[in-house]
């Protein structure tokens, strides 16, 4: 799915002005009047960012803010504003805004800021789709399965497994091959970053 650039701004001047300049740079470009239009068209899977209003009519870009992570939209938010102050800068910041952008914004430094915000997206869709994967083929192991990769993993060998689990040797190598082809890596080295996503240690994904 391409990423593009979602402008939420109620004044037309201002979304067609930043919709030319990001176009002409080679962005994807959507342009909604106000949050509400913006919510019922944006679907969870989207990639790219919003740059996004503060001060609107009927929703604040501030609510839409609030709104995003329970729609399961997690684009980065770039912030514009005329009126920007520091109070509003830091509490969209905190709420995990990308960026807080005062108007007039030069070109260079919209796109940069898009750029960037499209970079992070990326990133955190590939993370994201690791996780999926991840999960997906976690949950074809077997309990035995998954108590012997939680072992192994952190580095206890076959001989210890087997006494642990009282069970013998030969058994953990087989459970030890099947994990590895079950979660598609060829050795602990990969898996290692697969577990640390899950985070077995702490809690089960299945």
């Known amino acids: 799915m391409n990423q593009t650039v979602f402008i939420v701004d109620d004044d037309q001047a201002v979304r067609e002005a930043f919709g030319r300049i990001l176009e002409v740079a080679g962005f994807l470009v959507r342009i909604f009047s106000s949050a509400q239009l913006f919510l019922a068209a944006c679907m969870p899977e989207q990639m790219g ?78 993370i994201h789709a690791r996780f999926r994967k991840a999960l997906i083929n976690y949950a074809q192991l077997t309990l035995r399965e998954r108590e012997i990769m939680k072992l192994i993993i952190i580095g206890h060998p076959n001989k210890v497994v087997a006494k642990e689990l009282a069970i013998s040797p030969r058994t953990v190598e087989v459970h030890r091959r099947n994990i590895l082809a079950k979660m598609q890596v060829n050795s602990l080295l990969e898996l290692a970053p697969l577990v640390e996503i899950l985070n077995l240690d702490e809690s089960d994904p299945s």
């Open 49 to 126: 960012c919003i740059l996004l209003d503060v001060q609107m009519p009927e929703m604040t870009g501030l609510e839409l803010q609030a709104a995003l992570s329970k729609c399961g939209i997690l684009m980065p938010v770039v912030f514009l504003t005329a009126y920007g102050d520091v109070k509003t800068s830091v509490h969209t910041l905190q709420a995990g805004a990308f960026d807080f952008l005062e108007k007039p914004v030069p070109a260079a430094k919209l796109i940069e800021s898009v750029r960037n915000a499209m970079a992070l997206d990326q990133a955190q869709h590939k």
